[in-house]
């Protein structure tokens, strides 16, 4: 068998004469002492010829050869090779008088591809090429073919008139540069690209200067740049004197991380440089020291740090230059004092102009008696925000003091109320302060309150009648790592018979991983709610509703397919493309100057096909419940089975048991109804039913990847094969 196989393939043999006379010598004496020492002889003469010049080779085979050195991977599979050795006379026979001629052509391509060094440029890309494979389930490069090529993008036909940039106004540019360069760092205080461009910006142009410089300094991102906070602190304490545009004027809002406060400037004098900083900038007004652990999942640090504290020097540097300020931050970790404190803080000057204020990890007093006559926490609280008179926008967040005793003593003329990871927040409090303080509310945030339900949205039409913006997020977070703490603490999202009310001016509805329906019937109530208040929602322009439903996958997936084409249906705006001819001033002469131009625009305005799509989706139905009715003509339901066509499928049922419970069957004929009122106007319509239980970390297929080594780190699949054989 294996000899057939050797007889098949022509062999070919890479020795090297040495001399003369083993190029004329062709007779089996000689050649079959040869074929017992073949490999040890074959290493020898290549040793021997890698010592000696090469001869003078074809034109044609030095440019393959070269071609390999360059390449070795380019052409390894466009080769013929053969690495073994002959074994009988007959092929000895056969391969004796082409054996010279072979070694002529294809020695030069196998030495050249062993013994030719490669270039710094390959090398760098043989190394690239073997760190990804060594790691098992590294992306690799998907081989492009010619129809995954991209077109080139069709030539814009223009006029050729570049605007004047930096003619226009200064306001105009600055609303160009902070809308561009927006965010300048991330969440973690990480720079982003944003921060060298606008520099860039500056030195392009003189009319550049002063709006990039202004968009940089609005927020100037002290802790974003580790290496030249300090330069920058100091810039904006003392700028140069022949500098052009004052520095500190362009600041509004600080943000300060207060665990790397100590390293503002200098850890001996942190107080006293951020009290210089603060006198310098005369135009501040929002000011947040925040805490980076205040964040999901809000739990405490492990380690202990340097405790930062509240100086008074920062209070009597904003009295001294008249600041007003807009928003600030109180953290009770940073504020010993207590709330009693914060109240004879809020009567000062520079905070009598608040507009909005946070307040974090405020708890009420655990160890305080039932008998005890001093104030409690809730009504310091109180108190300290009731002495704002311009306060419009109150956040909490963390804050266990949010409860039925703190809500009734909040103010009543607020516009803006966030209340995130409150957990003794519940429905019945919400409820009762929403009608008293709910008449001016126009955007409520509720996140993560793990024992608060829906109830409080039944009559939310009537407490809350200017309400925009409602967004609501019922994810919870473990108190610790290791524990199970994050299930909901209510025990109905919506009781029976309860049907929410929406407010007719909102403008955003976000509700998030909505759970622990009672019952299918609680969670139909809720959807039909918003379809049929659709003609009094004129102004919404974004739904997003994401909600788990514990049921049979197969009804879950029926569930899911009528609700969302009825969502989509009713709110989803239906936009006509824009004309494409209006691109630029020449397109549109030149489309208005052709012959056909009114037929065209005709045509033209009505190529969205939306209103006309439902039309054929009906004369389809009403013909056939068939996939094949477009392709195939009309037959009848009771067509017999024939060699042109199978039989007619029938409706289609539902693999599981037929015999459904009243609520399923009280729901399908409901669905079964058209929408009454088609609202048409949200550009973001976002609606998930699922099962899945919601997590802290969300995996995705990047979690799944395996980072570690494969274990064979000699041989990337890229190395040179040193021997003529492959094994």
Not at 360 to 372: A, N
Request: with cysteine.
């Amino acid at each position: 068998m294996a000899v057939s196989l050797k007889r098949k393939r022509g062999a070919i043999s890479y020795r090297e004469p040495s001399t003369d006379e083993d190029i004329s010598t062709d007779s089996d004496q000689e050649l079959r002492p040869r074929q017992k020492h073949a490999t040890p002889q074959r290493r020898s003469a290549r040793s021997q010829r890698a010592e000696q010049p090469l001869p003078r080779r074809p034109r044609r085979d030095t440019s393959r050869a070269e071609a390999v050195a360059t390449d070795p991977i380019k052409l390894r599979g466009r080769q013929n090779v053969s690495y073994r050795d002959p074994s009988t006379d007959e092929e000895d026979e056969e391969d004796s008088d082409g054996d010279f001629e072979a070694e002529e052509i294809v020695a030069p391509q196998r030495k050249s591809r062993i013994r030719a060094a490669p270039s710094p440029r390959t090398q760098r890309e043989k190394k690239s090429r073997g760190r990804v494979s060594k790691a098992l389930g590294a992306p690799m490069k998907r081989r492009s073919t010619p129809q995954e090529i991209a077109e080139p993008p069709r030539e814009i036909v223009s006029d050729g008139n570049i605007p004047a940039w930096n003619s226009l106004p200064y306001h105009v540019l600055l609303q160009i540069f902070v809308y561009a360069a927006h965010p300048l760092h991330d969440e973690n205080m990480t720079p982003t690209k944003s921060i060298s461009w606008l520099v860039q910006m500056a030195r392009m142009c003189f009319a550049f200067t002063k709006p990039a410089l202004t968009a940089l300094y609005r927020n100037p991102p002290i802790f974003a740049v580790k290496q030249n906070r300090k330069a920058l602190v100091h810039h904006l304490i003392s700028p140069p004197s022949g500098a052009h545009e004052n520095y500190p004027v362009m600041v509004k809002r600080l943000e300060l991380d207060a665990t790397k406060m100590s390293s503002l400037t200098d850890a001996t004098h942190s107080a006293a440089d951020l009290t210089a900083l603060l006198s310098s900038l005369t135009t501040l007004r929002d000011i947040d020291i925040f805490d980076p652990i205040d964040k999901p999942p809000y739990r405490s640090r492990l380690k202990t740090i340097r405790r930062w504290h509240y100086p008074s020097e920062l209070f009597e540097a904003l009295e001294q230059n008249q600041v007003r300020l807009r928003s600030w931050r109180w953290n009770s970790i940073f504020c010993p004092q207590g709330p009693l404190w914060m109240k004879e803080v809020h009567m000062r000057g520079a905070f009598q102009s608040l507009r909005e204020v946070t307040i974090s990890k405020y708890h009420p007093d655990l160890s305080r008696k039932p008998d005890d006559v001093q104030p409690t926490t809730e009504e310091l609280l109180g108190s300290a925000l009731a002495a704002l008179p311009n306060l419009r926008s109150l956040i909490f967040e963390n804050c266990l003091a949010v409860n039925e005793r703190l809500l009734p003593l909040l103010p009543s003329n607020l516009v803006s109320l966030n209340m995130t990871n409150c957990r003794d927040l519940i429905s019945d409090s919400l409820q009762a302060f929403l009608v008293t303080h709910g008449a001016r509310l126009e955007e409520l945030v509720l996140n993560h309150d793990q024992s608060l339900d829906l109830s409080f949205l039944v009559d939310l039409k009537q407490t809350c009648p200017r309400l925009e913006v409602l967004r609501m997020d019922m994810t919870y977070y473990s108190s610790l790592v290791m524990s199970s703490d994050n299930e909901p603490l209510w025990d109905e999202l919506l009781k029976e018979g309860e049907i929410p009310s929406w407010p007719s001016t909102l403008r955003v509805i976000e509700l998030e991983h909505i759970r622990n329906w009672i019952s299918i019937t609680g969670a139909t109530s809720f959807f039909s709610s918003l379809i049929d208040s659709a003609e009094d929602l004129p102004w919404l322009r974004e739904l997003t509703i994401l909600t788990m439903v514990d049921i049979d996958w197969r009804k879950r997936a029926e569930f899911r397919k009528k609700w969302t084409a009825r969502f989509q249906d009713v709110f989803a705006q239906r936009a006509v493309p824009p004309n494409p001819h209006l691109v630029s001033l020449r397109a549109f002469r030149e489309w208005k100057t052709q012959p056909d131009s009114e037929e065209t625009s005709v045509t033209e305005k009505n190529d969205s096909f939306l209103e006309d799509a439902p039309k054929k989706m009906t004369e389809a139905e009403t013909e056939e419940n068939d996939s094949d009715v477009p392709l195939l003509p009309h037959r009848k339901q009771n067509e017999k089975w024939n060699s042109r066509r199978l039989r007619t499928r029938g409706k289609a049922s539902p693999s599981y048991d037929e015999s459904s419970s009243d609520e399923s069957g009280s729901d399908d004929s409901s669905d079964s109804e058209e929408p009454r009122f088609i609202q048409g106007k949200c550009h973001t319509v976002m609606f998930r039913i699922d099962n899945f239980r919601p997590r802290e970390h969300k995996f995705d297929e990047g979690d799944f990847l395996d980072t570690e080594r494969s274990g064979d780190e000699d041989w990337d699949g890229n190395d040179v094969v040193e021997d003529e054989y492959a094994w």
